[in-house]
């Protein structure tokens, strides 16, 4: 089951499949799109997992061990690469909100994020290599933009799981949080980009916005109503 939360600009997807650790299955494919289709207009996305043992444990093994033709394999893993693909790029900013272990594919669906916060306790690793498989759905691209090519061939070749504060100090993690606060934290800072400019900032932070084009949006920013209620807010605290 995948749940959709909207609330003032923000959609919240969650993954909750408690019983098979959030495992994506074929279905869960099929009811990520939906909730995908259902949170545009929102102007940021959260993604999480349901409990607190696991954000993401990966596919359903148990469910994909029916896939055994190369065929079906490549299918499977388009499939699964799209939606995650449709993840990173949503217009406004993603945060995957890593409320437990974040393994093999759940590592892939976090690197799809923009931002990843994570509980103090959690572990993330591209494991798949302990499978005798690789990352299939645009997680090796992703961690070697994270983290560095040499680095990413280390840890998802090797298997490695890491913890949180060592997933930040690599910086595979932006934000460590304690279990008490975590949920309170992350909904905050989701909801501080749920914005206009924090949408405008992510789609320029890409580099490939021409320099006449980043100040236009700037520029759009600048003459909307949004910008001189919160100038004359400003000015009149000042006075």
Do not use: Y
Request: glycine residues 10%; aromatic residues 4%.
């Amino acid at each position: 089951m995948v749940d959709l939360e909207l609330e003032q600009g923000l959609a919240v997807i969650t993954i909750n499949r408690p019983e098979a650790r959030n495992a994506i299955a074929p279905a869960t494919m099929d009811e990520l799109d939906k909730a995908l289709d259902a949170a545009a207009g929102a102007l940021a996305l959260v993604i999480t997992g349901a409990g607190d043992r696991a954000f993401v444990s990966g596919g359903d093994l148990k469910q994909l061990a029916l896939i055994r033709t190369e065929d079906e394999a490549l299918a499977m893993a388009l499939r699964m690469r799209g939606i995650c693909d449709r993840i990173a790029a949503f217009p406004g900013p993603v945060v995957a909100a890593l409320n437990g272990h974040a393994l093999g594919g759940g590592a892939e669906v976090a690197v799809a994020a923009d931002i990843r916060i994570a509980a103090a306790d959690i572990k993330i690793g591209f494991n798949q290599s302990t499978l005798a498989i690789m990352p299939a759905w645009g997680g090796a691209e992703r961690l070697a933009a994270l983290v560095g090519r040499g680095r990413a061939i280390m840890l998802a070749g090797a298997g490695t799981l890491l913890d949180a504060a060592e997933a930040q100090r690599v910086g595979l993690v932006d934000q460590v949080l304690p279990r008490d606060s975590f949920e309170e934290g992350w909904r905050a800072l989701a909801r501080s980009l749920a914005t206009v400019p924090a949408g405008e900032i992510k789609r320029v932070a890409s580099g490939s916005v021409p320099a006449q084009e980043a100040a236009r949006a700037f520029a759009r920013l600048w003459v909307a109503d949004e910008h001189w209620e919160a100038a004359e807010r400003v000015m009149n605290r000042a006075r």
